[in-house]
Each structure stands twice: as structure tokens, then as C-alpha cells.
């Protein structure tokens, strides 16, 4: 992807979005992009618990954007990956500041200023102005969808939405995929929901409790390279980066979607 | 496992859905509407040549990057 600010979103909750952005954000850090992941979820903010930031941060964005810290004051940066660095979103500040130019505003800064690579927005669940608000911010999108009626149709709204917008390279992460499932017809295929939606794809990622497990940890699992649940955000970002990664096969009966990650890494 | 061929799958059903209601968003219509649009048209079409209402249809559908309205009015004979 060209883009270097990227909006993470759903239309739906709970699909999955911080968790992605963490994962592919800690994972461009560790191929040596400086990135930026900034939560924009204010009032709901979880971006920096996923990360396991939460001890650490001082200032939020709100903070930002009314000028009570610099830019810079507000940036945590990761101590596991040094190039990491997480703007929180504020969790009782009144929102009333969060505005399109001011986001806009930061973005630029991060990219021009502190010569950031990539900055990485994680948007609120919703079509009203907290994504609209973190959209405005971005020339390109990651849009996170689970295989599932509401997901796919919240999912199509936004992606209409982001076009509306002129925001240009949308690409779709298929989260929570679950190979057993599809193997019975009771699941929409990866096919299936690239048909439904007509945008392109960036990654599968399969349904693993090891993937909670790391958040619970507040160690996003891209960052453990032992981590094969964390392998695919770590091919998403080679794939953003412009390499060209194969998806993995889908076979259950070799071990599911994890079997053919396993092979395709060379692992256990 | 054989079951598997006598059942129709349950993603099968869901992707139908989604495409119908997917269809219907995107063209920013109800199928309420689209119910009216038919009955309207099937007036006008009327005045010119007996149409068969009960094989008449009306829909929506994706050609490519775009909505479609489609109809299919069969003359009677």
C-alpha cells in the first residue's frame, strides 16, 4: 500500500480493529517502519491495554488536539520495539474537541515532522463522526470484517463510505475465520466475502485463543516471532509493504488453517 | 459426511441474503419501495400491452462496479 496513514475500521464492534491495528502496527515497527498507532475511540479507549501501554500513558490526544502537551509529549513509545509509538485516546475527556483538521493536522505532523513512516488510526465502532473523524485523517484503509451477516454488511456500509470519502486503497483483513466451519458450508469463504464486498484482500486471520491469550498478556502476538497465531498480521504488513506473500491453504484435516501457516513458515 | 450433499449449506442461504440486502443498501432502497415501484410500473405498462403480472419481475443486481435495476415483463400471448 502507498498509503502511510492508514484508518482501521468495521462499521461493527468487536470484529476485531484494535486488535488488528496493534498486530500489524508492532509488526511494520519490527520490519523497521517507524509507526505510529493513535486510538481514536475516546471514551472507549483499549488500544493501549492491547498493547500493554496502559501503565504509561500521561497524555492522550484530546491533549493534543487542545494543546495542553506537544505532539511529541503524547507519543509512548514501545520499549519492546523502539520505532512503536502510541498516541492513547482519552477515556473522560469531553470529545467535543476531536475535529477533522485537527486530525488531519497531527497526521501530517507525525509524517512530516517526526518523520513517522506509518501511522496506523484506530477507529471507533460506527458510521458517526468518531469514524468519520478518524477516517478524515487517512489515504488508505484496512477494513476488518468477521465472516458473518452483520460483520459483511456493516463492513460493505463503510467501505462505501471510506469511497465517498476519497480514501483510496481499501483493503480487507478476514478476521476470525474459522477453517472447520468452512469446511462444513456453514461459514462464508474467503471467496464468498471478497465476491460480496468486491474490494481486495490483505489477510486471513484464523480464529486462535492464542490470540487472546497475548492480549490478556499485552503482547501483541506479531511481536513473538514463536507465535504462529500472530504470523498472519505479520504477513499482512510484509504484504503492505509491497511484498507478495501467499495466503494460506485452507485444509482442516491437516491441521486447519493453522496447518498450512505452520507449513508456510517452516515451522512446528 | 453424505448428508453434506442432501443439505443445502448454511453459508449458501447467508450469502443469498447478503447479496439481496446488500443490493437494497446500496441503491439506498427499500424493498417496501421497490414493492411500489413494481405495482407503478405495472400500470404504465399496462395502458400500452397486456403484461403478465403474475411472471413480472423486478430487481436489483450488481453488474460489476454497478447497481442494476433489472425487469422482466412478459408479454402476453
Known amino acids: 500500500m502507498n498509503a502511510k496513514a492508514i484508518v482501521v475500521t468495521s462499521g461493527k464492534g468487536g470484529v476485531g480493529k484494535t486488535t488488528s491495528t496493534a498486530n500489524v502496527g508492532a509488526a511494520l515497527a519490527r520490519l523497521g517502519e517507524k509507526v505510529a498507532v493513535i486510538d481514536t475511540d475516546v471514551g472507549l479507549r483499549n488500544l493501549d491495554v492491547v498493547m500493554g501501554l496502559e501503565g504509561r500513558v500521561v497524555y492522550d490526544l484530546i491533549d493534543v488536539f487542545e494543546g495542553r502537551c506537544k505532539l511529541r509529549q503524547a507519543l509512548i513509545r514501545d520499549k519492546r520495539v523502539d520505532t512503536l509509538h502510541l498516541i492513547a485516546a482519552s477515556q473522560t475527556k469531553d470529545k467535543s474537541s476531536l475535529s477533522e483538521s485537527r486530525m488531519q493536522e497531527t497526521v501530517r505532523l507525525l509524517l512530516e515532522e517526526e518523520g513517522f513512516d506509518r501511522v496506523l488510526i484506530d477507529s471507533p465502532a460506527g458510521i458517526e463522526s468518531g469514524f468519520q473523524t478518524a477516517a478524515s485523517g487517512a489515504d488508505g484503509a484496512l477494513v476488518v470484517v468477521n465472516p458473518e451477516v452483520s460483520s459483511v454488511r456493516d463492513a460493505d456500509r463503510i467501505i462505501g463510505l471510506l469511497e465517498a470519502r476519497d480514501v483510496r486503497e481499501v483493503r480487507l483483513i478476514i478476521n476470525r475465520l474459522r477453517p472447520e466451519m468452512v469446511k462444513r458450508g456453514d461459514m462464508l469463504e474467503v471467496d464468498d466475502v471478497l465476491e460480496i464486498l468486491g474490494v481486495k484482500l490483505i489477510g486471513i486471520v484464523p480464529e486462535d485463543e492464542r490470540i487472546l491469550v497475548s492480549t490478556n498478556l499485552g503482547s501483541p502476538a506479531s511481536l513473538d516471532d514463536t507465535n504462529r497465531a500472530g504470523g498472519e498480521f505479520r504477513n499482512i504488513a510484509r504484504r503492505l509493504k509491497g511484498e507478495d506473500i501467499p495466503y494460506p491453504v485452507l485444509d482442516p484435516q491437516s491441521g486447519g488453517l493453522l496447518g498450512g501457516l505452520r507449513r508456510l513458515f517452516g515451522g512446528r | ?77
Open chain 2, 1 to 77: 459426511m453424505f448428508r453434506l450433499f442432501g443439505r443445502k449449506r448454511s453459508k449458501d442461504h447467508l450469502k443469498e441474503r447478503l447479496k439481496l440486502v446488500l443490493s437494497y443498501d446500496r441503491a439506498k432502497l427499500t424493498p417496501g419501495k421497490m414493492e411500489d415501484l413494481k405495482a407503478e410500473l405495472l400500470q404504465v405498462i399496462g395502458k400500452y400491452f397486456p403484461a403478465d403480472e403474475t411472471e413480472y419481475d423486478v430487481k436489483l443486481e450488481q453488474h460489476g462496479d454497478r447497481m442494476v435495476m433489472v425487469a422482466n415483463l412478459p408479454v402476453k400471448g
